[in-house]
T-cell receptor, first 109, second 113 residues
Framework: GQNIDQPTEMTATEGAIVQINCTYQ??????LFWYQQHAGEAPTFLSY??LDGLEEKGRFSSFLSRSKGYSYLLLKELQMKDSASYLC??????????WGAGTKLIIKP | DGGITQSPKYLFRKEGQNVTLSCEQN?????MYWYRQDPGQGLRLIYY???????QKGDIAEGYSVSREKKESFPLTVTSAQKNPTAFYLC????????????FGPGTRLTVT
């Protein structure tokens, strides 16, 4: 079967750094995505990785290791507005996305 | 402003009734998708459409139906055959089916009692 695992919930402090991990087992691989979703709202695109390595975009970075079936999202200089769920999704084929259940990130002052 | 609209935000229905959720996009995207989101689970694909007048079943299509008569519109009907229809429904679109970014609408929370 196809599977994506992420921690259910994480807590971090404002101004700190947090790393959200995602491991996957899929029948193919055509890219890994991270989305942010605030409660009751639509997911919004954060990053896309298809090659191994680190992609940096402002305070957010995403890392991929295809051989290990592993990715992480790194959030720096945490702000209260970063409190949200972070969804990891993998594209095993050209059209399909397999989604993880999401990691709820709680930021404390 | 370009984007995806879903209406209504909240919808209540009695068991046994069919209900149609609307999804409209003015992004000129070819591909559109319907997902269902339940607590503690990842998004699950219900139906997707690559072009007008064409659509394909996703992983959980049973009890749902769609149409794609116009490029801008991809309505989802939740039929009485869907055993657990209460959920948060998200519509999304992308430039093409193999585009890497999907844009999501604000969602419709359907409650069936």
């Amino acid at each position: 079967g196809q599977n994506i695992d992420q921690p259910t919930e994480m807590t971090a402090t404002e101004g700190a750094i947090v790393q959200i991990n995602c491991t996957y087992q899929t029948s193919g691989f055509n890219g890994l995505f991270w989305y942010q979703q605030h409660a009751g709202e639509a997911p919004t695109f954060l990053s896309y990785n298809v090659l191994d390595g680190l992609e940096e975009k402002g305070r957010f970075s995403s890392f991929l290791s295809r051989s290990k079936g592993y990715s992480y999202l790194l959030l720096k200089e945490l702000q209260m507005k970063d409190s949200a769920s972070y969804l990891c999704a993998v594209r095993p084929s050209n059209y399909q996305l397999i989604w993880g259940a999401g990691t709820k990130l709680i930021i404390k002052p | 402003d370009g984007g995806i609209t879903q209406s209504p935000k909240y919808l209540f229905r009695k068991e046994g009734q069919n209900v149609t959720l609307s999804c409209e996009q003015n992004l000129n995207h070819d591909a559109m998708y319907w997902y269902r989101q339940d607590p503690g689970q990842g998004l699950r694909l219900i139906y997707y459409s690559q072009i007008v007048n064409d659509f394909q079943k996703g992983d959980i299509a049973e009890g749902y139906s769609v149409s794609r008569e116009k490029k801008e519109s991809f309505p989802l009907t939740v039929t009485s055959a869907q055993k657990n229809p209460t959920a948060f429904y998200l519509c999304a679109s992308s430039i093409r089916q193999d585009s890497y970014e999907q844009y999501f609408g604000p969602g419709t929370r359907l409650t069936v009692t």
